[in-house]
Antibody, heavy 112, light 111 residues
Framework: EVQLVESGGGLVQPGRSLRLSCAAS????????MHWVRQAPGKGLEWVSG????????GYADSVKGRFTISRDNAKNSLYLQMNSLRAEDTALYYC?????WGQGTMVTVSS | QSVLTQPPSVSAAPGQKVTISCSGS????????VSWYQQLPGTAPKLLIY???KRPSGIPDRFSGSKSGTSATLGITGLQTGDEADYYC????????????FGGGTKLTVL
């Protein structure tokens, strides 16, 4: 079964850091680009960042550029998102996505 | 403000047909395939349509997609109460310079 399972979310104070992880299974992970997409409470989908199969191409939304870093470990079938200098507006459910398959998401709440 | 433009809501009676529009530009829809996602309350988005008009295995043919220029349309026939959900259009830029762009979502109500 193709599956993406996110972890690492939680409550964090503004300005602090958090690292999200996504464990992939059921498909050849290193064949695909992977993405992080977030959804603020009651809002729509916002692409956050994407990484090519070999990490050779990486992109970020303007809203997170310079603060977030995406990475992957193909040997571990895992995707990561290092989030620094977190802001209240980063509060959202963060999904790991393969474009056709999405995980269930991990909630990040930025609040003092 | 979402990059792609969708109507906030649509509604129709059970058994009827509904269409949801998605408008973009040459930098997104005009040069990329369009996907459509269904998000039931409290769940993750689920792929309904990819490459403009293809259905993944398990998606009934009541769901269809089309694209023309910088716009795309999702069609749903034989509406069921279980189709009540939010629907999102999106494109994925293979260069990753823009990554993914999405519409603001359309809430479908089956009256």
């Amino acid at each position: 079964e193709v599956q993406l399972v996110e972890s690492g979310g939680g409550l964090v104070q503004p300005g602090r850091s958090l690292r999200l992880s996504c464990a992939a299974s059921g498909f050849t992970f290193d064949d695909y680009a992977m993405h992080w997409v977030r959804q603020a409470p009651g809002k729509g989908l916002e692409w956050v960042s994407g990484i090519s199969w070999n990490s050779g191409s990486i992109g970020y939304a303007d809203s997170v550029k310079g603060r977030f870093t995406i990475s992957r470990d193909n040997a571990k079938n895992s995707l990561y998102l290092q989030m620094n200098s977190l802001r209240a507006e980063d509060t959202a459910l963060y999904y790991c996505a393969k474009s056709d398959i999405w995980g269930q998401g991990t909630m990040v709440t930025v609040s003092s | 403000q979402s990059v792609l433009t969708q109507p906030p809501s649509v509604s129709a009676a059970p058994g009827q047909k509904v269409t949801i529009s998605c408008s973009g530009s040459s930098s997104n829809i005009g040069n990329n395939y369009v996907s459509w996602y269904q998000q039931l309350p409290g769940t993750a988005p689920k792929l309904l349509i990819y490459d403009n008009n293809k259905r993944p295995s398990g998606i009934p043919d009541r769901f269809s997609g089309s694209k023309s220029g910088t716009s795309a349309t999702l069609g749903i026939t034989g509406l069921q109460t279980g189709d009540e959900a939010d629907y999102y259009c999106g494109t994925w830029d293979s260069s990753l310079s823009a990554g993914g762009v999405f519409g603001g979502g359309t809430k479908l109500t089956v009256l």
